[in-house]
Nanobody, 125 residues
Framework: QVQLVESGGGLVQAGGSLRLSCAASGGTFSSYTMGWFRQAPGKDREFVAAIKWSRGRTDYADSVKGRFTISRDNAKNTVYLQMNSLKPEDTAVYSC??????????????????WGQGTQVTVSS
């Protein structure tokens, strides 16, 4: 069973930066396409960013392009989300997810098999 554990969330002022980490265990991390999603209170879960298992391709939501960067370290079984120029509207619970078996990137949450518990990111104005 794959377990995903996020860390790095917190409270930051608008314009600041945070780096989220998601450590995976129990599976073959290098074969998983990894995604970050977020959910704000009263809103649906939304796609933020994803990185293909081969590390060769990434995708971002329009709302975070140019501000967020997703990366992965297969040797450490970890995926990262560097978040710069944060805005109050970025406030949400951020969760990482894994899509198995050398899959392509997807923006649809239901296509991801494993999920972390989430980490809170709060951006104050």
């Amino acid at each position: 069973q794959v377990q995903l554990v996020e860390s790095g969330g917190g409270l930051v002022q608008a314009g600041g930066s945070l780096r989220l980490s998601c450590a995976a265990s129990g599976g073959t991390f290098s074969s998983y396409t990894m995604g970050w999603f977020r959910q704000a209170p009263g809103k649906d879960r939304e796609f933020v960013a994803a990185i293909k298992w081969s590390r060769g391709r990434t995708d971002y939501a329009d709302s975070v392009k140019g501000r967020f960067t997703i990366s992965r370290d297969n040797a450490k079984n970890t995926v990262y989300l560097q978040m710069n120029s944060l805005k109050p509207e970025d406030t949400a619970v951020y969760s990482c997810a894994a899509r198995r078996f050398y899959s392509d990137i997807s923006i649809r949450p239901y296509e991801y098999t494993y999920w972390g518990q989430g980490t809170q990111v709060t951006v104050s104005s």
